[in-house]
RNA sequence: GUGGCUAUGGUGUAAUGGUAGCACUAGAAUCUGUGGAGUUCUCAGAGCGGGUUCGAGUCCCGUUAGCCACCCCA
């Protein structure tokens, strides 16, 4: 098929099956976050490139390859968001939200852009939700976060959602931790992938989370950063796990985990997904248990104050995101159908002029009265009408005449039986309100 | 950024290198005021560019896109 145009790489249009799914996650989230006291912000799409560069962090891929950008015509460096949190703290800082009561709850729902090779679950144009509490410090608030994503996951009816935790410690303890980490994995770089050799001198922490088999091996005996917190971090982490007991969240800990943005610290945490994998047709040797991210977050303390020109109070925060598309492709996989509106049951045909300019002011007054009507109005001859309305599935059919129209009157006819009558259109609408019932 | 697989009407598919066919969908007629079946008709196709060959949907190369994996992440 040859196209004039098609949409970029990675970016997809969202029809209407794929909406419904938007629609029932969309709504989930608000209907969680609102009742946790969170409020709905939305920020630009665009931001200053600086934005996110340093509060994202200039070493992290994210930023060295992942960002959307450009100049505009009067010189700005602009950036498509390839992620909320700074976007929000940004918002925070410009409207003086620094002096509403803390903590300031916020979420937001909305497309992000990370210029990245699209595949499974990943697209260069893609939908996240977000919360983000800012302004308290207190493994509690980690926790709330934590449950707010765990409740929203719960009322998709998700199966099988697990939660990983660790602490990366903060200022005080990670650059401590980070070095003890480096002479390890020097003393046995030899044992390492290209790739984490590398990563020794730019990101150590990542070689951690690093998939291949030799590098595993090493990661499995590597000091955690558990055992080098100090005593401020451990404290909080030693809370944050007592409070996700409580909550009884199905959490497991993962001294691997490290988030791959800079400017987390202390509490992180991920959320997955697992499933069988039993795809159509024999897949070839594929793990039978798939873990699918569905979605992150952790504590960022000082991201507010980098962010600022001015010196700021401290600004203890906390948050996550989780990935729209991701979730839709764990509720397909756990057969979880999103709930699809009531089809309209009540078609209007209508013959001649006079029946057609009816019939456009009779379906806004079916509007009005919140009755949803299907028709067919491009269409003259009758049997096209009716076979359209067999298609669509309607339960009435209002047929409207040239006749009907100077009397007054209109035809419900059931689709069903086949079976007519004449009512009076002034009543129609009423007639049939109690039809639909 | 690296690698693997794939590419035929709107959709799903078929054709030892030799006439691009089928099904569904959509529109229409049969029936100019009455749907569901039948019949008939219509719209509509090789991603793009090269090469091999008498001849390419089919083989080769390139390219683009999609899917998938690595990487990274949501």
């Keep these: 098929m040859k196209l004039k145009f098609q949409s970029p790489t990675g970016m997809h249009d969202i029809l209407s099956e794929e909406q419904k799914y938007f629609k029932k996650i969309h709504d989930a989230v608000e209907e969680v976050a609102e009742f946790y006291g969170f409020k709905r912000i939305e920020t630009p799409i665009l931001e200053e490139t600086d934005l996110f560069s340093r509060g994202i962090g ?20 602009l950036t498509m968001r ?10 925070y800082l410009q409207n003086g939200m620094q002096s509403l009561p803390r903590p300031i709850k916020l979420w937001y729902f909305g497309p992000f852009f990370r210029y990245e090779k699209p595949q499974a679950g990943r697209f260069r144009q893609f939908w996240q939700f977000g919360l983000e509490s800012i302004g308290e410090e207190g493994a509690v608030r980690d926790a709330e976060i934590v449950q707010v994503l765990y409740a929203i996951l719960k009322k998709l009816r998700l199966k099988n959602i697990a939660i990983e935790v660790n602490s990366i410690g903060s200022k005080c303890c990670r650059p401590y931790y980070r070095k003890i980490l480096v002479n390890y994995f020097k003393s046995r770089s030899s044992s390492l992938c290209a790739n984490c ?49 409580e909550l009884e969240l199905p ?32 897949e070839e040797g594929s793990p039978a248990l798939s873990k699918n991210a569905l979605g992150g977050g952790g504590r960022y303390d000082g991201l507010a104050e980098l962010l600022s020109t001015k010196k700021e109070n401290d600004t203890p925060s906390t948050g996550a995101a989780m990935g729209i598309e991701r979730i839709i492709g764990a509720m397909k996989k756990d ?12 078609f209007l045909a209508q013959l001649g002029g006079l029946a057609k300019r009816k019939t456009l002011k009779l379906m806004e007054e079916f509007r009005k009265a919140r009755i949803p009507v299907l028709e067919s109005l491009g269409r003259d001859s009758l049997r096209a009408q009716l076979s359209a309305a067999d298609k669509a599935g309607a339960k ?7 006749k009907e129209a100077l009397k007054g009157r209109i035809i419900i006819r059931y689709m069903s039986t086949g079976k007519q009558k004449e009512v009076d259109m002034e009543k129609i609408v009423k007639e049939m309100k109690k039809l639909c019932k």
């Design 58 to 77: 200039l070493s992290t891929d994210v930023v060295k390859k992942q960002m959307f950008s450009f100049r505009t015509k009067g010189g700005d460096h």
């Design 82 to 91: 390839p992620e909320g949190t700074a976007s929000v703290i940004r918002a």
């Design 197 to 245: 050799q590398r990563r020794i001198k730019e990101n150590p922490l990542r070689i951690l989370d690093c998939k291949e088999e030799k590098c595993q091996r090493i990661v499995l005996q590597a000091p955690q950063t558990m055992d080098h917190l100090c005593r401020d971090c451990h404290q909080d982490f030693k809370e944050f796990l007592e409070f996700l007991d």
């Design 251 to 282: 959490y497991s800990l993962n001294p691997h985990l490290v988030r791959g943005l800079d400017y987390y610290g202390k509490s992180v945490f991920e959320i997955f997904s697992s499933s069988e994998n039993k795809e159509e047709g024999q």
């Design 335 to 346: 057969k979880i159908k999103p709930s699809h509106k009531a089809k309209p049951q009540i």
């Design 396 to 402: 009435y059919t209002l047929i409207l005449g040239q």
